[in-house]
């Protein structure tokens, strides 16, 4: 795979993007800001940004020639070891790409796969991870020649007349087919902890990746879990058990949505995923900081149709009210831009709120308002408790 995390060098990339009828100008320079976070993410150094308006991606190359030729002129002139591209490339385009460029060419899936590799601490997370980049590669043997290392010795392997393409192809299924009856053994495990944890009510959450959700699940079950201003600090599923007032209930902490996630990605992690699936309450988690948040809320909504959780009673939590600005502009648009933070009670009367209901406005990192979540979030506990085991109201 992309393989340049960990290089003693940090690797320098150009990043490439392009604006279309699906995507503005303005979404693809907010997506190459992701790309680049991304790039950094993984050990590299992006060095510059690359756009080009086309009506639609270019079946050979993916941009013209024009503007292959530009980046080809750059990456020369500034020594750049990688081109990565915004969106997920053909394995021809790779190809003509990196003959054209004579460096090595990655899409955002590639990158993604190669940042949850490194990230992939439980042998689960590892075996999930390696599904997914087997997934990715086999289609792509043709066009990214890479020859694999044979865990099987060659003899008596190969069929008559069977080309070597053809040979790791059958390697490659093998190991797929492995990797799927291990994740099965392992998702029965999981699904018999899962009903081991008794009547407890369970609440999981979700968010794009990098809004504070593992900030958050510390500060709400006083322990530590692994948190980082990075993309995909989390891969695994983590559940703590949680108590309010007299109140038990389990909260877990999930892998990060982001958009243009592959499908096979989250195919492979369903089981991870299952602790969303499986949960009676969602905590929707907001970085009301980051200029794109409504589309990440869409992202993560989407993800959640996906995976059939979409209609699952939900708190959406904006988080990092500390860092948030709200941009006004005077009516004639002339004067410059005014920046001002709104009070709490502005946000809770904002379209926001409006638009998100229930929600709530928190800082998780300045432990704002998080009193106020753990009320709300003991009322919705105590409901679905009350509702599912109505002989317990001896608890409360």
Request: charged fraction near 30%; avoid cysteine.
């Amino acid at each position: 795979m992309g393989g340049f995390i960990n290089s003693v060098e940090p690797e320098k990339a150009v990043l490439v993007g392009v604006s279309s009828q699906d995507q503005t100008l303005l979404q693809v320079e907010e997506y190459l800001e992701e790309l680049a976070f991304l790039l950094e993410t993984a050990g590299a150094i992006p060095v510059k940004r690359f756009i080009q308006k086309l009506d639609s991606p270019n079946s050979r190359t993916f941009i013209g020639s024009g503007k292959l030729e530009e980046i080809k002129q750059f990456v020369k002139a500034h020594e750049i070891d990688i081109a990565v591209f915004d969106d997920e490339l053909s394995p021809s385009q790779v190809r003509n790409i990196e003959k054209e460029l004579e460096i090595r060419a990655l899409d955002r899936t590639n990158l993604i796969l190669d940042i949850f590799a490194h990230r992939a601490k439980t042998a689960y997370a590892k075996t999930q991870v390696e599904l997914a980049q087997y997934e990715y590669l086999l289609p792509r043997l043709a066009g990214m020649w890479t020859h694999l290392e044979r865990q099987r010795g060659g003899i008596g392997l190969r069929g008559p007349g069977e080309t070597e393409i053809e040979t790791d192809r059958r390697i490659i299924r093998m190991k797929i087919a492995l990797l799927k009856d291990q994740l099965e053994k392992i998702d029965k495990q999981m699904i018999t902890q899962r009903k081991n944890r008794g009547k407890m009510v369970r609440v999981a959450l979700v968010g794009y990746t990098n809004v504070g959700k593992s900030t958050l699940m510390n500060l709400l079950s006083k322990s530590e879990v692994f948190a980082e201003n990075k993309l995909f600090a989390t891969l695994d599923a983590t559940v703590r058990k949680v108590v309010i007032g007299n109140l038990p209930f389990l909260l877990s902490d999930t892998v990060g949505f982001i958009r243009k996630l592959p499908h096979h990605l989250v195919e492979s992690f369903k089981s991870t995923l299952d602790e969303v699936r499986e949960a009676d309450l969602l905590l929707h988690v907001v970085d009301i900081s980051h200029t794109g948040f409504e589309e990440q809320i869409s992202v993560v909504n989407q993800t959640l149709q996906e995976i059939k959780a979409g209609d699952k009673p939900t708190v959406v939590v904006f988080n990092k009210t500390d860092a948030y600005n709200y941009i006004k502009k005077d009516e004639d648009d002339l004067s410059p831009v005014l920046r001002e933070n709104l009070s709490l009670e502005e946000l809770e009367n904002s379209w926001m709120a409006k638009n998100n209901s229930p929600s709530l406005f928190i800082s998780a990192l300045k432990k704002q308002n998080i009193e106020e979540l753990r009320r709300l979030l003991y009322e919705k506990v105590r409901e679905i408790h009350i509702t599912r085991y109505p002989y317990d109201d001896f608890l409360f």
